[in-house]
């Protein structure tokens, strides 16, 4: 994006709801651009705003896809012709929770910004802050001017892998609005990486991302014949075909050992070498 040249690096961490360590972890820490992976702290920011009753649900809202720059100085436009969604362009007005919608279960950038300007960057900010250091953001979506002055939207896999912790313990939301946030990730469209290793039916609530060099994926798994788990694996710098396959890979491996992650497990070497030779 914008011609920067990018390292290679793969983020996993994998770990029971609830449990006092991960049960594996491959360089957790390290920050990577977020893509639309921040899509899930506007969410809880919306969800805030509402619970504390700043914006209303049904608030009818004037589409349109300029905004000012977190630069402080110029504006961008959300750009169309790099939109999956095209259906909030089609829209004069709509209401909120129904971008709010667009934004989680179609990934839709305009609806995306459409939902920072009601809520307030600040207040995304704000939340992401909260919930953890290591996430960091500080822009729109397609804010082309703030990513030129080097303002940029971060997170690790730990921040991430925190965030879903911290949404089914009740530490972000109240058990409601908690829900109603999980039902919104189940029904993502987007599902090559972290569903793509699973069986079929398998319940997920998960928010990936991607960019040009960039595929991310971070979810909630809920088996029927184990407690739920958290997985997060983020890849800068991959080959655009190869990247989906290693994040499905992890979740397939994660998936077999289920009911073992509540100890450490190691993947197969041919699953390590994969990682350790991309990270």
């Not at 999980?182 to 991302?209: M, Q, S």
């Not at 499905?248 to 077999?256: G, R």
Request: aromatic share 6%; charged share 25%; proline share 6%.
């Amino acid at each position: 994006m914008l011609g920067r040249e990018t390292p290679t690096r793969v983020s996993v961490q994998l770990a029971r709801v609830g449990a006092d360590r991960p049960a594996y972890v491959v360089d957790e820490h390290a920050l990577h651009l977020t893509a639309s992976t921040m899509k899930l702290v506007v969410l809880i920011a919306y969800l805030l705003a509402v619970r504390d009753g700043t914006v209303e649900p049904d608030l009818q809202i004037a589409v349109h896809k300029d905004f000012p720059s977190s630069d402080g100085i110029h504006r961008f436009d959300v750009i169309e012709d790099q939109e999956d969604d095209l259906e909030p362009w089609r829209r004069e007005h709509a209401p909120l929770w129904w971008l709010v919608e667009r934004m989680i279960t179609h990934s839709s950038n305009l609806a995306t910004d459409l939902v920072i300007e009601a809520v307030g960057l600040d207040s995304v900010v704000a939340a992401a802050a909260h919930i953890d250091d290591e996430f960091r953001l500080r822009r729109w979506i397609d804010d082309v001017p703030g990513i030129r002055a080097g303002i940029l939207n971060q997170v690790s896999a730990s921040a991430l892998a925190t965030t879903y912790q911290q949404l089914l313990a009740g530490e972000l939301l109240d058990v409601e609005l908690a829900t109603q946030a999980l039902d919104l990730l189940a029904r993502n469209t987007w599902n090559d990486e972290i569903p793509a290793g699973l069986p079929a039916g398998v319940t997920v609530a998960h928010k990936n991302g991607w960019d040009d060099d960039i595929r991310h994926d971070s979810g909630i798994v809920f088996p029927d014949d184990a407690p739920p788990y958290i997985l997060v694996v983020l890849t800068t710098g991959l080959d655009a075909d190869a990247a989906p396959l290693l994040i499905a890979a992890v979740s397939d491996w994660a998936w077999t050992n289920r009911h073992r992650l509540d100890e450490t497990c190691t993947p197969p070497p041919d699953l390590v070498a994969r990682l350790k030779t991309t990270s």
